[in-house]
C-alpha cells in the first residue's frame, strides 16, 4: 500500500492509474476483492480506478503437496464484476493468463456484461517462448490488450549494462544479469551460453543507429509493432524522456524481421533474475509457478 500512497500524493492530474488485487490464502472472497479497490482507491486519492487487474493466477496453494487445492480464480473474477458494476473501477483485467485461463475470464465477465480489459505478462524481444507469444496471439483474436512488463528485461535490452557493473556482486540478482550478459549457468537464468544477449543487443544498436534512435528505443517499439503496450520502468528524468523516444515512428517489416532473427537464434529465453521471474511468484516457502498454456 505504501506505492499506492506515495502515487496518492503526487501523481499528476490527467494521468491513468492501473493497480492490483494479489490472490493469497487469506484473501478467498469476491469481498476481499472489492474491499482491496476500495482500499486502493482511497491510498491513491481517486474515486474510480482506471484499470483493476487480478495479479496472476490462484497458484499459491500451500498445502497442494498433500493433495489439498482450493482454486478461487472465479470467485476473484466475481469481485472484479462486482468493482465494475460499483463503478468503482473504469476497467479490468487480469495479468499473468495463459490464453486457456484468458478465454475463460473473459467468458465470465461477459456473462455479466463486463468486458475483460487487458492481460498483463512479461514479454519483450527475448520473451516470447514459453507461451508469451502465444498468449498475445490468442489476446488479439479475442479483442484483449496486452501490456508487457519487463519489456527491456530487466535493462539487459538497453545496451547499458556492462559485466563489470555486476561481477564480483554476491546477490542472486546480479549473478543471473551476469549469467545473459556473458553466458553461465545457475540461478533463475539458466543456462546460458558465451556472449549472452550480446548478439541482440547489438541487433538493437544497428537498427537504432541507422534510426538515430537507442538500442532501449528500438526494443520498446518492437513491442508496440506486435500489438502490445510496453509497460517500462524509469528512475530517472532522463529514463522517461528515453521511453518516449519509442513514441511516433515504427520499425519497418525489414527490421523487426532482423530483431527477430537474432532474438530467435539465442538457445534461451530471458525468464527474469534472482526472486524476479516471469513466470513465478517467491511466496515464502518457494516459488509457486504459473503457465502460459
Keep these: 500500500g505504501d506505492c499506492e500512497s506515495n502515487l496518492g500524493a503526487h501523481w499528476g492530474s490527467g494521468a491513468k492509474i492501473a493497480t492490483k488485487f494479489?490472490?493469497?490464502?487469506?484473501?478467498?472472497?469476491?469481498?476481499?476483492?472489492?474491499?482491496?479497490a476500495m482500499a486502493s482507491a482511497e491510498r491513491l486519492q481517486v474515486q474510480q480506478l482506471d484499470l483493476y487487474q487480478v495479479h496472476m493466477p490462484d497458484i499459491i496453494q500451500p498445502f497442494s503437496a498433500f493433495g489439498v487445492e482450493d482454486v478461487k480464480d472465479e470467485a476473484y473474477w466475481n469481485g472484479l464484476i462486482e468493482c465494475y458494476k460499483r463503478g468503482l473501477v473504469k476497467n479490468v483485467g487480469v495479468s499473468n493468463y495463459g490464453p486457456t485461463l484468458?478465454?475463460?475470464a473473459q467468458e465470465h465477465l461477459g456473462?455479466?456484461?463486463?468486458?475483460?480489459?487487458?492481460?498483463?505478462?512479461?514479454?519483450?524481444?527475448?520473451?516470447?517462448?514459453?507461451?508469451?507469444?502465444?498468449?498475445?496471439?490468442?489476446?488479439?483474436?479475442?479483442g484483449i490488450a496486452t501490456l508487457a512488463y519487463y519489456p527491456l528485461a530487466m535493462g539487459l535490452l538497453t545496451g547499458k549494462l556492462s559485466p563489470d557493473r555486476f561481477r564480483g556482486n554476491t546477490d542472486?540478482?546480479?549473478?543471473?544479469?551476469l549469467r545473459y550478459l556473458e553466458g553461465g549457468s545457475g540461478g533463475t537464468a539458466g543456462s546460458i551460453p558465451a556472449g549472452g544477449v550480446q548478439p541482440v543487443v547489438r541487433a538493437l544498436e544497428k537498427v537504432g543507429a541507422a534510426r538515430g534512435k537507442s538500442a532501449a528505443q528500438v526494443a520498446l517499439n518492437w513491442i508496440i509493432t506486435k500489438?502490445?503496450?510496453?509497460?517500462?520502468?524509469?528512475?530517472?528524468?532522463q529514463q522517461v524522456d528515453d521511453n518516449l523516444g519509442a513514441l511516433g515512428w515504427r520499425?519497418?517489416?525489414?527490421?523487426?524481421?532482423?530483431?527477430?532473427?537474432?532474438?530467435?537464434a539465442l538457445p534461451f529465453d530471458f525468464r527474469?533474475?534472482?526472486?524476479?521471474?516471469?513466470?513465478?511468484?517467491?511466496?515464502?516457502?518457494?516459488?509457486?509457478?504459473?503457465?502460459?498454456?
Design 272 to 293: 527474469g533474475s534472482g526472486f524476479q521471474t516471469t513466470d513465478s511468484k517467491f511466496v515464502g516457502y518457494g516459488f509457486e509457478k504459473w503457465r502460459l498454456d
Design 22 to 36: 494479489t490472490p493469497t490464502p487469506w484473501r478467498r472472497s469476491a469481498k476481499d476483492v472489492v474491499d482491496a
Design 102 to 104: 484468458l478465454a475463460r
Design 111 to 142: 456473462k455479466q456484461g463486463v468486458p475483460l480489459a487487458s492481460n498483463q505478462i512479461a514479454y519483450n524481444l527475448i520473451t516470447r517462448r514459453e507461451g508469451s507469444q502465444a498468449t498475445v496471439d490468442a489476446a488479439k483474436k479475442m
Design 251 to 264: 520499425l519497418s517489416e525489414e527490421e523487426v524481421a532482423a530483431l527477430e532473427a537474432a532474438a530467435d
Design 172 to 177: 542472486l540478482r546480479s549473478r543471473d544479469l
Design 227 to 237: 500489438g502490445v503496450v510496453p509497460i517500462p520502468g524509469a528512475k530517472s528524468t
